[in-house]
């Protein structure tokens, strides 16, 4: 089962920051916090990752809490080409766990005009 | 970043036919290769992980006699569904991971059996 839980769907307007929340509260402390998004009929596309400090790369903003139970992805300036669905996986990195991701229903973003 | 194509990007066959569908890694070497399925309005699932040389593990569920996974060299798996039926029809997808351990996945495969 996956190990995260997301809102469902999100509304976001055009050039606002979307903040989209993940909560994982039993993560341990070798496991990583990834994102992924996947546009309708597309694979999955790699957004970001992190442990417990904040990372931020030319797509978005992972802010991770202190007690790593929970984070948050922002794109700082939507646009409509980040209408996806983003899930929030927690992985161990590394190592022989296999690398599985095991995606939970992640969270429908609309970004409207 | 690293690239992964699948071939073909959708296939439709009859009922009862075999269908294969591969999974590339055009620039970097894939230890492990990985196989989803995903129906609609659904997440993706993992079905199973490949290494390359060795036998795949198939996730709980999974039939590894209907789905047969080869992953004969260090940028290519295959995934054949024996005979197929109309409940196999879904979104296939695979990803690929190198050195780094991360993973980078292909753009899809639409099955549709009938």
């Known amino acids: 089962d996956a190990k995260t839980t997301q809102p469902p769907s999100m509304d976001c307007a055009e050039g606002r920051a979307a903040n989209l929340p993940c909560n994982h509260s039993t993560i341990s402390g070798n496991e990583y916090v990834y994102w992924y998004r996947q546009i309708h009929s597309q694979g999955p596309q790699y957004i970001i990752h992190g442990l417990k400090n904040n990372e931020t790369n030319e797509m978005a903003s992972l802010i991770i809490t202190e007690d790593r139970k929970s984070s948050t992805l922002i794109l700082p300036h939507a646009t409509l080409r980040d209408t996806a669905v983003y899930y929030c996986?927690?992985?161990?990195?590394?190592?022989?766990?296999?690398?599985?991701?095991?995606f939970g229903q992640g969270t429908e973003l609309s970004v409207k005009p | 970043g690293a690239v992964v194509s699948q071939h073909p990007s959708r296939v439709i066959c009859k009922s009862g036919t075999s269908v294969k569908i591969e999974c590339r890694s055009l620039?970097?070497?894939?230890?492990?290769m990985f196989w989803y399925r995903q129906f609609p309005k659904q997440s993706l699932m993992l079905m199973a992980t490949s290494n390359e040389g060795s036998k795949a593990t198939y996730e709980q569920g999974v039939e590894k006699d209907k789905f047969l996974i080869n992953h004969a060299s260090l940028t290519l798996s295959t995934l054949t569904v024996t005979s197929a039926h109309p409940e196999d029809s879904s979104f296939y997808i695979c990803s690929a991971s190198g050195l780094s351990n991360e993973q980078f996945f292909g753009p899809g495969t639409r099955l549709t059996v009938l």
């Open positions: 620039d970097f070497q894939a230890t492990t």
């Open positions: 996986i927690v992985r161990v990195a590394g190592g022989n766990q296999g690398g599985k991701l095991i």
